[in-house]
DNA sequence: TAGATTGTTAATCGATTAACAATC
DNA sequence: TAGATTGTTAATCGATTAACAATC
């Protein structure tokens, strides 16, 4: 089945099974089932079948899915079974707080590539690497083909630091600001905002 | 239309809609209209429309909504005009970064409680108040009465500070350790894991 | 009045689930 | 063999969208 022909709505999913897939590895489980993963993530087992057959076969009947193995064909569909090199935009504290997340390292991804626009920041060192000027954005991600980055600036700069990351040829952003931003069509953008699931829960409290 | 009548998925979209108009209020905007903040936030006009005539009448035909009213009336909908405190427990790099974070104090919500289990971290203070223990989760909070906390925790102790939570009368979860937490069904989780962002994405990436 | 935009209905589209044959 | 679980089909359920009368 063709890339484009899955809905993005199963390809959501996907991380969250290999997410539970790698826990349940971690705990040295070998073996699992569709209604085991459904219980555990609130999912229904027939979605998690379903969603896991647009790509292939991977269980076996009357005994479930190897948990290795699922886990490892969930890597590769997802392309994460190699690493990906990403840039951070906006070096304040959310922005060092993700440089020194130890989170990254063993999904996919590492943290390679800092900017900030501030003077007193550029040329000190995070994890070893120098910031550098949001104005070499376009010169070292095309230098290192970066595809991949995050943005943690301000609401109001976000536009302009996203206009920056297309123009050097990034395909994929992770959006910390809180403001919808407007990229080409072949640009993926996910939105990270507390205060959004804040009030989506708050809606369902008594006040 | 009853609360629970209305699904989730439009509830969810609600608070999009509010920091849109929060927006376009600063900017100085009185009036806008379902096709403008469509275009916006990439959602179709129909749906906005559509969204909000579950909660009542808020537009003029042939003029669009007033920003200001529509903006009050999110507010009063999402129960986020007043100001709901919340609790924060694991005060590590995301946690500082979360106290210090600019962008809840005028959108409904204030962290007043924090908590870890480090008794070097005890004790200390943050925006001048002290890091409790967690062993103080339940006291304190009932005796406040906070109904919304975000965990910060390693995905370890995710689970068992979210049982600490829920006895201590939480209602609201937003949880940043990246693992799925099992709570009643009368308490709500959000999630918010970069990870999983990033790997959505990376699907579609050439590779 | 002419133009614009709402609120709402009905049609379309897509996602979820129940059920079961296949089979380990 | 008996029990369990997959992969898949068809039915159900729910969400989105197109279209338009109402009306500012």
Redesign the pocket.
Known sequence: MARSDI????IGRLPIYLRALTRLQQDGQEI?????LGKQLG?????I?????HF??????????NVASLSSALQQILNVHHEWQVALVGIGDLGRALAHYGGFAHRGFRITHFFDSDPHKIGQAINGTPIESVDSIAEKLRRDNIKIAMITTPAETAQEVADRLIEAGIKAILNYAPIVISVPDEVRVQYIDPVIGLQRMAYYLED
Chains 1, 2 share one sequence.
């Open positions: 809905p993005d709505i199963v699992t089932s569709s209604h085991e999912i229904s087992s027939a979605q079948r379903k969603d896991l057959s292939g076969e991977f269980g076996k009947q009357g005994t479930g899915y």
